[in-house]
């Protein structure tokens, strides 16, 4: 759920705090398996519920690395990264990007979104107004996933 508290006049109030946790998302196995034919990395870890069942040390198909960080943009627009008085926001780039464990489709995924600093000096483009850094915490449910999926 977007904080509609947060616009660009006052997101520096804002730094430090938690100021968003998204619902839980589930990715199913056609998602994946969608997303492993559009980047040619359709491999059996992903795609093949059977083999990884009997040989991933996961117990399932697992969702692409690269998949969940491609779903940055849904989780800011729907975790309340964005000052609502902001024209639109624009993704430049992401430093620091770990997936620290593999996510077993089934388990579902939400984000926690946390405003780390705010910058007005080194702008990328001239319509910029503030350059807003976040820390975001992908977690998984407990206790989900495990059987490779629907």
């Known amino acids: 759920m977007a904080n509609s508290d947060i616009t660009l006049a006052n997101v520096n109030e804002y ?3 938690e100021i968003g946790l998204t619902d839980w998302l589930d990715i199913d196995q056609m998602q994946v398996n969608i997303f492993g034919e559009v980047t040619r990395w359709p491999t059996w870890m992903h795609n093949d519920r059977d083999r990884a069942a009997r040989e991933s040390p996961y117990g399932g198909t ?3 690395g690269f998949f969940l960080v491609s779903l940055v943009t849904y989780f800011v627009r729907t975790g309340g ?4 008085d902001g ?3 624009l993704n430049y780039g992401m ?3 770990r997936i620290l464990k593999p996510v077993v489709i089934g388990e579902g995924i939400r984000v926690r979104d946390r ?7 080194h702008l990328r483009a001239p319509e910029t ?3 807003i ?3 975001l915490l992908l977690e998984k449910k407990k206790g989900g996933g495990g059987g490779g999926g629907g």
């Not at 990264?81 to 609502?84: G, Q, T």
């Not at 405003?115 to 000096?121: A, E, G, N, Q, R």
């Open 62 to 64: 697992i969702i692409h």
């Open 129 to 131: 107004e503030a350059e």
């Open 81 to 84: 990264v964005n000052p609502i």
């Open 115 to 121: 405003i780390t600093s705010v910058s007005y000096t």
């Open 87 to 89: 024209s639109y926001s």
């Open 15 to 17: 730094v430090g705090q």
């Open 95 to 97: 430093d620091r990007v």
């Open 133 to 135: 850094v976040c820390r």
